[in-house]
T-cell receptor
Framework: NAGVTQTPKFQVLKTGQSMTLQCAQD?????MSWYRQDPGMGLRLIHY???????DQGEVPNGYNVSRSTTEDFPLRLLSAAPSQTSVYFC???????????FGPGTRLTVT | AQTVTQSQPEMSVQEAETVTLSCTYD???????LFWYKQPPSRQMILVIR??????QNATENRFSVNFQKAAKSFSLKISDSQLGDAAMYFC???????????FGKGTKLSVKP
């Protein structure tokens, strides 16, 4: 099993550009989520999904969209990148709500 | 609001010695999970240990163990026989409730001296 995979590992965007961060898992987990990690802070939830076709907002959703058309994939879209979105982004999945989450390797995004 | 507090931004330990990282949390739930994650310089988040709140017995995984005090809402991590590879950021996390997300502390940076 590959676990949770994310692409790309690094990305530089200009202000106003859009892009999609890819996330996939092969563990048949229903729950998937996106976090961002900023210096000196833990991880904060952006969006999450409890199953295919179901998504909801987390703590810091503004400027991001998600969709969940399959159990395996959970892409995160930045609509119009801003410097405040410079961060490390993690995708995670778990078998059940409340259990441990397995994380992808992260994407370091810089917006200039 | 549910919070997780790690009061030690940085810790240092001598190789082969024991170190304890502190964590306190706040929750209104009666049944929940607590976790410690390790983040080495590679930035990968690695699950170290998990504790179920309904279990009185403290969780143990090889050199890693926890001291779980439910009434005090305290969840410390003890690393025995510290190794150079233990150097990393350590995050305490608590299940946040209906959103299913983890609430993370701000982390403790552990250095291991040879």
């Amino acid at each position: 099993n590959a676990g949770v995979t994310q692409t790309p590992k690094f990305q530089v965007l200009k202000t106003g550009q859009s892009m999609t961060l890819q996330c996939a898992q092969d563990m048949n987990h229903e729950y998937m989520s996106w976090y961002r990690q900023d210096p000196g802070m833990g991880l904060r939830l952006i969006h999450y999904s409890v199953g295919a076709g179901i998504t909801d907002q987390g703590e810091v959703p503004n400027g991001y969209n998600v969709s969940r058309s399959t159990t395996e994939d959970f892409p995160l879209r930045l609509l119009s990148a801003a410097p405040s979105q410079t961060s490390v982004y993690f995708c995670a999945s778990s078998y059940l709500l409340g259990l441990e989450q397995y994380f992808g390797p992260g994407t370091r995004l810089t917006v200039t | 609001a549910q919070t997780v507090t790690q009061s030690q931004p940085e810790m240092s330990v001598q190789e082969a010695e024991t170190v304890t990282l502190s964590c306190t949390y706040d929750t209104s739930e009666s049944d929940y999970y607590l976790f410690w994650y390790k983040q080495p310089p590679s930035r990968q988040m690695i699950l170290v240990i998990r504790q179920e709140a309904y279990k009185q017995q403290n969780a143990t995984e090889n050199r890693f163990s926890v001291n779980f005090q439910k009434a005090a809402k305290s969840f410390s991590l003890k690393i025995s026989d510290s190794q150079l590879g233990d150097a990393a950021m350590y995050f305490c996390a608590h299940y946040g409730g209906s959103q299913g997300n983890l609430i993370f502390g701000k982390g403790t940076k552990l250095s291991v001296k040879p």
